[in-house]
């Protein structure tokens, strides 16, 4: 079965405080390992796509990177309007891909002014 | 116009009726899927369709049904609504190749 869990569930910050999100997984074969945002309310929102072990990508003040257990997403100088809950799935391979996303619970994330 | 329309935004059911949500989509994906969001829960997969012929169950797919009526339409049906029913419920489409996920607004239902 495969399992994605996040850590912390929830996470203060000052503003220009840098930090890490942590999303570890264990899946029978990974196709992808995505990150989404949440605002309250709304429905998750794209943030990245990661393949294979060692790929980065970055986004403005965001950088996910990606290990054969979990993944990270950093980030730099955060501002307000960075506060959300942060998501994070994966897709296995075995099982034709289509079978939907499995995400972890999430972690909320304050920026205080 | 979002991409991934979810209709109604919120309901109020009660106790054994019937209800359905609708989904309609304007990015020419094969795949959409069902999803509800409980506190604490996370975001847990009821059903996706491949394509208009095919239907699949997904982790928690008791008490609903779904019918894709058409490559841009997709709903979710609760014969009979309970209150543990009572959650967030998302619709999504998926690129085929990439797995990339987009989500609609989500409709909040609250079984009474």
């Known amino acids: 079965e495969d399992q994605v869990t996040q850590s912390p569930e929830a996470l203060r910050l000052q503003e220009g405080e840098s930090s890490s999100l942590n999303c570890s997984y264990t899946?029978?074969?990974?196709?992808?390992l995505f990150w989404y945002r949440q605002d309250p309310g709304k429905g998750p929102e794209f943030l990245f796509t990661l393949y294979s072990a060692g790929e980065e990508k970055e986004k403005e003040r965001l950088k996910a990177t990606l290990t054969k257990k979990e993944s990270f997403l950093h980030i730099t100088a955060p501002k307000p309007e960075d506060s959300a809950t942060y998501l994070c799935a994966v897709q296995a391979s075995i099982g034709g891909g289509a079978d939907g996303l499995t995400f972890g619970k999430g972690t909320h994330l304050i920026i205080q002014p | 116009d979002a991409d991934v329309t979810q209709t109604p935004r919120n309901r109020i059911t009660k106790t054994g009726k019937r209800i359905m949500l609708e989904c309609s989509q304007t990015?020419?994906?094969?795949?959409m899927y069902w999803y509800r969001q409980d506190p604490g829960l996370g975001l847990r997969l009821i059903y996706y369709s491949f394509d208009v012929k095919d239907i699949n169950k997904g982790e928690i797919s008791d008490g609903y049904s779904v019918s894709r009526q058409a490559q841009a339409k997709f709903s979710l049906s609760l014969e009979s609504a309970i209150p543990n029913q009572t959650a967030l419920y998302f619709c999504?489409?998926?690129?085929?190749?990439?797995?990339?996920?987009?989500f609609g607004q989500g409709t909040r239902l609250t079984v009474v």
């Open positions: 899946v029978s074969g990974l196709r992808g």
């Open positions: 990015k020419g994906h094969d795949r």
């Open positions: 999504a489409t998926s690129e085929t190749w990439t797995g990339k996920a987009f």
